[in-house]
Each structure stands twice: as structure tokens, then as C-alpha cells.
């Protein structure tokens, strides 16, 4: 059983998300062979001010 988890910056709307859970989903059967019950996902939302990347806070102004 193949579990995936995810970790986004919060704002995807629940359609993305579920687009997202779908799509992972499909490709993880047509590749593992699996079924499609067995796939689980955990989607973590982060918000902008714990996320960093180059030293720098998402929430944190970008030039």
C-alpha cells in the first residue's frame, strides 16, 4: 500500500487538491499495478510564515 505525503503551501483550493489526489492516484495504479483503494494521501497545508526556501520566508516579500 503506497502512501504519499504532501506538504503545500496553504491557498490550493479543495478542487486542486482533489485533481491532485486523482491524478497521484491513477498513475500510482497504471504503475504499480495497484489498486486504486490501496493508494493513501495526507496532504499537509503549511502556512507561508513556516515554509522557507533560500533563506527566506514564502511570507516574507519577493523581489
Not at 497521484?24 to 507561508?48: M, N, W
Request: glycine letters at 6%; zero cysteines; aromatic letters at 4%.
Amino acid at each position: 500500500m503506497p502512501t504519499y505525503h504532501l506538504e503545500l503551501l496553504e491557498g490550493r483550493t479543495v478542487e486542486q487538491k482533489r485533481k491532485l489526489v486523482q491524478e497521484i492516484t491513477r498513475v500510482t495504479v497504471e504503475v504499480l499495478g495497484t489498486s486504486p483503494e490501496a493508494v493513501d494521501i495526507v496532504i499537509t497545508d503549511v502556512k507561508r510564515e513556516n515554509w522557507a526556501s533560500g533563506g527566506k520566508l514564502w511570507s516574507d516579500p519577493r523581489s
